[in-house]
């Protein structure tokens, strides 16, 4: 037997075999390009901004209804602890929390499925809520001046499920918001904060329009400067000797929730609203959308401007001061 023979290749096999590794290389590259550029051309493609403010009411409204049927129905709410807060205050996460995250979550997606969407809360249960219908020419459309469009990767949408969820499980009901914010490269220009427990639905659009709601209690005469809003549990003692040490007669009042205290701002019911440490942007986007397009002015407590693209950290750490006039005024303030 001759184990030393030659082994004579074939010419037409290798050509085909070589014909056949480039022809799937091709294939390759070419769907690889083709679904890099259909990703491209997503991003790229514009979305209306006035579709959106239709499915960010639509979902905080139905996040909203999500949020009361929990509490109303005298059940437990299942709280867990995320944690503890810088200050050393309990975070809490609820039924409620979770089956508005979910319908929010889901109805924004679902609708704009090339738009970043940033939110508290995560599906990390098997409630099943199913998205909220909305119609895409919504009655709001009616208070807008002209309609815009943006690109898909210009723009943010933030959600918070559940505001002030320690207070929800205190039953200080008053406080409890959902809220969306619409960001187009970082800047706020829309946002939504709907009361569950009152069903009321505030939202404005910067330099286009604003929900009725809004209008009529921007109304109100202009607060006194020397009247604040801090926050219930993140060390107000010391946000409050702060301001007193600046106005000793201060009107100081304590509450719960973002939400809550933007629109406080908004009606004129306090000058600004302080806040020390450490808050997270879905907790504020939707007021300071809301204030700027009021004429107001939302900043850190180092007069700092505040970004809410999908890049931008989810921290702002430097505080925040809130206000309907007067801003140069309370930036000077606690910034000396």
């Not at 991003?43 to 949020?67: M, N, P, Q, Y």
């Not at 427990?197 to 709601?213: C, D, I, L």
């Not at 809004?214 to 009247?227: F, Q, Y």
Request: charged residues 25%; proline residues 3%; aromatic residues 8%.
């Amino acid at each position: 037997m001759n184990f030393g023979g030659t082994i004579r290749p074939n010419n037409k096999a290798v050509a085909i075999f070589l014909i056949s590794v480039a022809t799937l290389y091709l294939i390759y590259t070419w769907t690889s390009s083709t679904s890099a550029a259909k990703e491209y051309s997503a991003a790229a493609e514009k979305v209306s901004i006035g579709e959106i403010l239709c499915a960010a009411i639509a979902a905080a409204e139905a996040g909203g209804r999500e949020v009361k049927a929990v509490r109303e129905k005298g059940t437990e709410l299942n709280e867990k602890s995320k944690g503890k807060t810088k200050e050393g205050v309990k975070d809490v996460l609820t039924d409620g929390d979770i089956r508005s995250h979910q319908v929010m979550f889901r109805t924004l997606t679902g609708a704009f499925p090339h738009v970043k969407v940033i939110s508290e809360e995560h599906d990390e249960s098997n409630i099943l809520v199913e998205s909220a219908k909305f119609e895409k020419k919504c009655p709001a459309l009616e208070q807008i001046s002209k309609l815009e469009w943006a690109p898909n990767d210009s723009i943010t949408i933030w959600i918070d499920p559940l505001d002030a969820t320690k207070e929800y499980t205190e039953n200080l009901l008053d406080y409890v918001t959902t809220m969306v914010c619409i960001a187009v490269k970082g800047e706020p220009v829309l946002g939504v904060i709907h009361k569950p427990f009152e069903k009321k639905t505030y939202w404005a659009w910067v330099g286009q329009g604003m929900a009725e709601e809004l209008l009529e209690i921007s109304k109100a005469p202009e607060a006194e400067n020397d009247s604040f809003i801090i926050s219930l549990s993140h060390t107000g003692d010391a946000v409050e000797n702060r301001i007193k040490s600046k106005f000793p007669n201060a009107n100081v009042e304590k509450a719960g929730g973002a939400g809550y205290k933007s629109l406080q701002i908004a009606s004129r019911h306090s000058g600004a609203y302080v806040h020390m440490t450490h808050i997270k942007k879905w907790d504020v986007c939707a007021g300071h959308a809301i204030l700027k397009a009021l004429g107001g002015r939302v900043t850190t407590m180092k007069n700092e401007p505040i970004k809410y693209g999908a890049n931008d950290p989810v921290l702002i750490k430097n505080g925040l001061l809130a206000s309907l006039h007067n801003g140069d005024f309370y930036s000077k303030l606690f910034t000396e």
